[in-house]
């Protein structure tokens, strides 16, 4: 089993930068792609960034203000958010997948999920 646990989250006004840390521990031998998802009450999960390897993707309505990073020493995914807006409420859920274990099965782990509000 791969856990991952987000941590960062919390209340900051339009405009201002807010980071997030992601981080998998368990049987990992491999991670793959760590990525950052978000979900507004209402609302349907959609993507905000996601990097494997050196290359990084990223939702349209995020591109140019959030930038995902990584330690693959640590297994620890970031997201660094900037220019926050009102619509950027939302539950942030980290994601991780790759190879666990002596006998590399697959693993497709998501966090608990942790609270972003950018008040007006």
């Known amino acids: 089993q791969v856990h991952l646990v987000e941590s960062g989250g919390g209340l900051v006004q339009a405009g201002g930068s807010l980071r997030v840390s992601c981080i998998a521990s368990?049987?990992?031998?491999?991670?793959?792609?760590m990525g950052w998802y978000r979900q507004a009450p209402g609302k349907q999960r959609e993507l905000v960034a996601t990097i494997t390897g050196g290359t990084s993707n990223y939702g349209d309505s995020v591109k140019g203000r959030f930038t995902i990073s990584r330690d693959n020493a640590k297994n620890t995914a970031f997201l660094q958010m900037n220019s926050l807006k009102p619509d950027d409420t939302a539950v942030y859920y980290c994601h991780a997948d790759g190879l666990m274990g002596t006998d590399w099965v697959p693993f497709s782990s998501w966090g608990q999920g942790t609270q972003v509000t950018v008040s007006s």
């Open positions: 368990g049987k990992i031998f491999s991670i793959n792609a």
